[in-house]
């Protein structure tokens, strides 16, 4: 298993910006695909954006070209900056390692994004 920790949310206003870390266990981090999800209550956790091991990255539409998800194989983190974020983007956000539904989901961070 990959055990992720994650920091760096809070109240954010509309249009603002904020930054997400994820630090992860595992001496091999840097062959894997990392993701960020969210989730709000009485709703599925959902998508937000992808990396692969490579750089590649994807991202759902709802955030496309608002948010950048990066990586630092050399401290086991990722990272996903929120510029310009929306009343609607708030939710808790998780980062887990992709494709493997047996790896336990870290706490969350909490992002507000209120004026």
């Known amino acids: 298993q990959v055990q992720v920790v994650e920091s760096g949310g809070g109240l954010v206003q509309p249009g603002g910006s904020l930054r997400l870390s994820c630090a992860a266990s595992g001496s091999i981090f840097s062959i894997y695909t990392m993701a960020w999800y969210r989730q709000t209550p009485g709703k599925e956790r959902e998508f937000v954006a992808i990396?692969?091991?490579?750089?590649?990255?994807k991202y759902a539409d709802s955030v496309r070209g608002r948010f950048t998800i990066s990586r630092d194989n050399a401290k086991n983190t990722v990272a996903l900056q929120m510029n310009s974020p929306k009343p609607e983007d708030t939710a808790v956000y998780y980062c887990?390692?992709?494709?493997?539904?047996?790896?336990?989901w870290g706490q969350g961070t909490q992002v507000t994004v209120s004026s």
């Open positions: 887990k390692r992709a494709n493997y539904p047996g790896d336990t």
């Open positions: 990396i692969t091991s490579g750089g590649t990255t």
